[in-house]
Structures are given as C-alpha cells and as structure tokens.
C-alpha cells in the first residue's frame, strides 16, 4: 500500500478542480501517492467532472455537506494511509512537491506535521497569505508568519529556505501522520472556518511532536476564495476561534491572565473600528466575545503546559513589532 493519500475536499468546486486537479495529478509522484478527492455533499456538477474527466482520480463521496473540518476529519477515518495530506482545492504544484515533505517526515519521528513553502498563485514570486513559510503564535496569541505578517506580504527570494520548526503548518497543505491526526481528534469542527489548523498544531505540539516547514517542496495557493479579510464574518470567526484556542490549549496557571489580555487588545480593536464608523465589524468582534463566553463550557480539559512560553518565538508582541515599530517582515524579528 502506498504511504500517503493527498486528500482534496470539494464543495461545488467543478472549475477548481479543472483548474488545479491536473497539476496535482501530473506532479504527485504515483509510486508513494494516492491523490482522493473527497466530496462534500456538492449540488453542482463536480461528481459528473470527476467521473468523466478525472476517472482516475479515487472519490468518496458524502451525502451532505459536512463542512471543513468535519469533511476532513471523516475522510481520515474512512482511509488508512500512514501519511495524510490535507490540500486545498484551489492549489496547484510543480515539480515534486511531495517527495520533500515524505522525506523528512519519513527520517524524523518526532515530527507530526510539517508545510511547504506556500506561494502565492497569481503572483509566483510573492508568498500566499495563509501560512507563507510556516506559521508562528506571538505572546499574546495572534499567528503571522515566515513571510507575511497581517497584511504585509513578502517576495519569496530564498530568504526562508531553511527547514525549521514552526507553531503552525497551513491548513492549505498541511502533511500530518494520519494516526497521529485522529489521535489528537482532529479538526475541532465547532471552529467551522479559520485558526482551527492552529488549534490542531498546538494538540499535536502538546503531545510531545514537533510541527517543521520544508519550504524544498513549494505550492502555489490561490487563497481568498472563502471571505475577503474585512469581512464581518471573518472578523467574527476570527476573534472567537482565537480566542477558543486560547482557552483550549493554555494551563489554568495563565490561561486567565493571558485570556484578559487578549480582552483588552480586542477591545482596542473595536474601538478603532468602532471610531471609523466601521460598526459591522466592531459588532463581529463583540458578537465573537459573546459566543466564545457561551461555547468555552464546552471544553473542560486543561493542559499543564503553556506552549506559548515555550516557544523560541515567545517574546514576540507583533502587535507593537508592526504598528508601532514599522515592523513588516519576518526576518526583522530577530
């Protein structure tokens, strides 16, 4: 059998995958690689795509749309396969993208995760947003990354070619040990969009495995299909499920400290918004607060380890580092 399955999760997505499904065909290597692509209950013609121009190509098929993380999570459990990659259908590939990351994974047992070098799709020369070189968490919580912070993307020019250890690996090509996967439970599907690839670094993280990017394998990431980033709905999503993964993943000791913190530097957000009249997004964010004040009853267990004063990255405030110090990229961190 082989060892990995490059797992693809559609929702009425029949131009993605004629855009992107080829490449990834033509430039996974077939002798270590099954490319899947999982169905999520769509309503378009993507089953008859599939079918008639991809028969090749494994299918399940679900009969309803289960959403991200819970289409993902029962396609892992439906498959057996030692390695799993998570790739989303809007990435294309060239070259042997795969064979870098089966490698490392492959010579390093205490690796759980790790991501490829993420550029961006329509500018090749430039990172993609969502997850760039690998990710990382600041003091306070909030993700950035090798190569973008906030808004401020890099040129990728070879500055972060390194194999390193990262907080997070990008949910747009995320390479994880299956068993490992389901051990950790998975995607948390109460997240439904947004951070919930970090919240599942940060389980992985605490059992003990690291999380590398191998930037030797590279993907080209369309990105921003889902909400543009002043959206309402990303800015609610966004702050509640940080927030969420903040109670989840920090000890009793901090948890509450660095839990107020975070109220306070949210409260500075929705007074700017509030102040430039943008209401809908200061509405999401205090919208994002009540929930997350309703849903963190959910979660009871603690870990006794904070990763956030643990890691190398651990003094970073990017909050000051960009708004205040003119900060913008990565390697001006350090």
């Not at 819970?70 to 064979?99: H, I, P, R």
């Amino acid at each position: 059998m082989k060892p990995i399955a490059v797992i693809i999760l559609n929702w009425n997505g029949e131009k993605l995958l004629r855009e992107f499904l080829p490449s990834v065909i033509a430039h996974t290597p077939a002798d270590i690689a099954d490319v899947i692509v999982v169905d999520n209950g769509s309503s378009d013609d993507s089953l008859s795509v599939m079918r008639n121009e991809f028969p090749s190509v494994k299918l399940i098929e679900f009969p309803e749309n289960l959403g991200f993380a819970e289409g993902y999570n029962q396609a892992l459990k439906a498959t057996s396969y030692e390695y799993t990659v998570l790739l989303n259908s809007d990435v294309a590939v060239d070259d042997d993208w795969l064979t870098p990351m089966y490698d490392y994974m492959a010579s390093h047992k205490n690796v759980g995760a790790c991501q490829p070098k993420i550029l961006s799709y329509a500018d090749k020369s430039k990172f993609e947003y969502a997850g760039a070189a690998g990710g990382y968490l600041d003091r306070n919580g909030y993700p950035y990354c090798r190569g973008r912070i906030f808004d401020s993307i890099e040129t990728d020019s070879g500055q972060y070619d390194d194999i390193t250890s990262i907080f997070w690996a990008s949910g747009a090509a995320f390479m994880v040990r299956t068993e490992l996967y389901l051990k950790a439970g998975g995607l948390d599907a109460s997240f439904f969009a947004h951070m919930e690839e970090i919240d599942l670094c940060w389980r992985i993280r605490l059992m003990g495995y690291d999380i590398v990017a191998v930037p030797q394998a590279h993907v080209y990431h369309l990105g921003g299909g889902s909400l543009p980033a002043s959206n309402p709905r990303k800015t609610y999503l966004n702050f509640r499920n940080n927030l969420l993964m903040l109670h989840k993943n920090l000890p009793d000791a901090t948890r509450r400290g660095k839990l107020f913190r975070r109220r306070i530097l949210d409260g500075i957000a929705w007074l700017k918004y509030a102040v430039t009249f943008d209401f809908a997004n200061a509405a999401a964010i205090w919208k994002a607060h009540r929930d997350f004040a309703a849903m963190r009853s959910n979660y009871t267990l603690h870990p006794d380890t904070d990763l956030l004063s643990a890691v190398p990255n651990r003094d970073v405030n990017i909050l000051t580092a960009y708004f205040i110090s003119n900060i913008k990229t990565y390697s001006r961190l350090h």
